[in-house]
């Protein structure tokens, strides 16, 4: 297994819930160690991911 750190653009909804954010990084097929929001912008979140790859 590898560990790779990348910056995802999530669109914002207004409503930043743990929730979202996670079906967001599901349907890009990420399966995150830790995620954390570190930008936000009138469009956009952008959330710097721990993915786990296989």
Do not use: C, F
Not at 8 to 13: G, R, T
Not at 17 to 42: C, F, G, M, Q
């Amino acid at each position: 297994m590898q560990v790779i750190s990348e910056l995802i653009d999530i669109p914002n909804n207004g409503n930043p819930t743990t929730e979202y954010i996670e079906s967001e990084l599901t349907k890009r097929n990420i399966n995150p160690l830790r995620w954390a929001v570190v930008h936000v912008s009138d469009k956009i979140y952008t959330v710097s991911v721990a993915n786990l790859k296989e």
